[in-house]
């Protein structure tokens, strides 16, 4: 007697099937967030092109008619952006270079040194992310005019390298504490001392962390406004959020061409900052797996 043959198409297993139905989704959910995420910076450059009489327009088109490069002559004449972007640039790379420094050990004392002290400064870190700017820029305020450092570019870089330091110290704390510690003891039993094993090991394995806190403190120094705001008066010593205000006017209008293409000029250095720093991070990357 034969057996009937079912016809019945065979079901794909339902994890395959999730897959299959999930990964565009996943594509359809990137592309939603890189579109919100790029949208604001296409704005601007389209806004930095555009005529006063497009911005102003009734029915203002998405894209300019033509590449008009005014706005761009005007905001560099009129608000000397690139003496600002010397000052931020200084004030930026010089709270970024002494983070990194004062971090760096710390970070590893924090992670390999179980002592009483580390509840106590990892309280501390938590604690100063808590305090809001208004609360103690008056104190901080007289604090710096009792030692001659208001209006100065040193004051403000030891401002930007204390409110920066404690998420900095924080974040490289978190790229130790994830390195095996099996592979310093390997190089202290192959006869390496404290300070080869940090060079040869660590550093090379740590190099993503250094890379992520340098640009998460670059980028904050420099666009803070609030600190150079009180701190800053003379106009030759502003940094170029400073300077990005001037094109609000004292009743509230904007001058929208120049302030894009300004802001779109400002925004520059961090994304050169950014494409050279993300070779070192895949580098690092890379080298610390081969030295590891």
Same mark, same amino acid.
């Given at each position: 007697?034969?057996r009937?043959?079912?016809?019945?198409?065979?079901?794909m297993?339902?994890?395959a099937a999730?897959?299959?139905?999930?990964?565009?989704?996943?594509y359809?959910?990137?592309?939603?967030?890189m579109?919100?995420?790029?949208?604001?910076?296409?704005?601007?450059?389209?806004?930095?092109?555009?005529t006063?009489?497009? +911005?102003?327009?009734?029915?203002p088109?998405?894209l300019?008619?033509?590449?008009?490069?005014d706005?761009?002559?005007?905001?560099?004449?009129?608000?000397?952006?690139?003496?600002?972007?010397?000052?931020?640039?200084?004030?930026?790379?010089?709270?970024?270079?002494?983070?990194?420094?004062? $971090?760096?050990?710390?970070?590893? !004392?924090?992670?390999?040194?179980?002592?009483?002290?580390?509840?106590?400064?990892?309280?501390?870190i +938590?604690?100063?992310?808590?305090?809001?700017?208004?609360?103690?820029?008056?104190?901080?305020?007289?604090?710096?005019?009792?030692?001659g450092?208001?209006?100065?570019?040193?004051?403000?870089?030891?401002?930007?390298?204390?409110?920066?330091?404690?998420f !900095?110290?924080?974040?490289?704390q978190?790229?130790? !504490?994830?390195?095996? #510690?099996e +592979?310093?003891e390997?190089?202290?039993?192959?006869?390496?001392?404290?300070?080869?094993?940090?060079?040869?090991i660590?550093?090379?394995?740590? !190099?993503?962390?250094?890379?992520?806190?340098?640009?998460?403190?670059?980028?904050?120094?420099?666009?803070?406004f609030?600190?150079a705001?009180?701190?800053?008066?003379?106009?030759?010593?502003?940094t170029?959020?400073?300077?990005?205000?001037?094109?609000?006017?004292?009743?509230?209008?904007?001058?929208?061409?120049q302030?894009?293409?300004?802001?779109?000029?400002?925004?520059?250095? $961090?994304l050169?900052?950014?494409?050279?720093?993300q070779?070192?991070l895949? $580098?690092?990357?890379?080298?610390?797996? #081969?030295?590891?």
């Amino acid at each position: 007697m034969t057996r009937a043959v079912s016809t019945k198409p065979t079901r794909m297993p339902s994890s395959a099937a999730g897959r299959r139905i999930g990964r565009p989704l996943q594509y359809l959910a990137l592309a939603g967030y890189m579109i919100f995420l790029g949208f604001p910076l296409l704005f601007l450059i389209l806004a930095a092109f555009k005529t006063p009489q497009e +911005l102003q327009s009734a029915n203002p088109s998405f894209l300019p008619n033509s590449l008009n490069f005014d706005n761009f002559i005007a905001a560099i004449d009129k608000a000397n952006l690139i003496h600002a972007a010397g000052n931020s640039l200084i004030v930026a790379v010089s709270t970024t270079v002494i983070v990194t420094i004062i $971090s760096l050990p710390a970070a590893y !004392a924090l992670a390999r040194f179980r002592t009483k002290m580390r509840g106590i400064a990892t309280g501390w870190i +938590l604690l100063s992310q808590v305090f809001p700017f208004i609360l103690i820029i008056i104190p901080l305020f007289l604090v710096l005019k009792q030692i001659g450092l208001v209006n100065n570019l040193v004051g403000l870089i030891l401002v930007y390298t204390v409110w920066s330091l404690p998420f !900095a110290l924080w974040m490289l704390q978190g790229y130790v !504490a994830g390195i095996p #510690v099996e +592979l310093e003891e390997a190089g202290a039993m192959d006869g390496g001392s404290r300070l080869l094993i940090l060079r040869r090991i660590v550093l090379p394995l740590l !190099a993503p962390g250094l890379v992520a806190t340098s640009l998460f403190t670059f980028i904050s120094s420099w666009n803070e406004f609030f600190f150079a705001l009180v701190l800053i008066q003379d106009p030759e010593l502003q940094t170029l959020p400073l300077t990005l205000a001037r094109f609000v006017g004292a009743e509230g209008q904007v001058q929208l061409g120049q302030l894009a293409a300004a802001a779109l000029l400002a925004t520059i250095p $961090s994304l050169v900052f950014f494409a050279l720093i993300q070779r070192r991070l895949t $580098s690092g990357l890379m080298s610390g797996a #081969v030295k590891g």
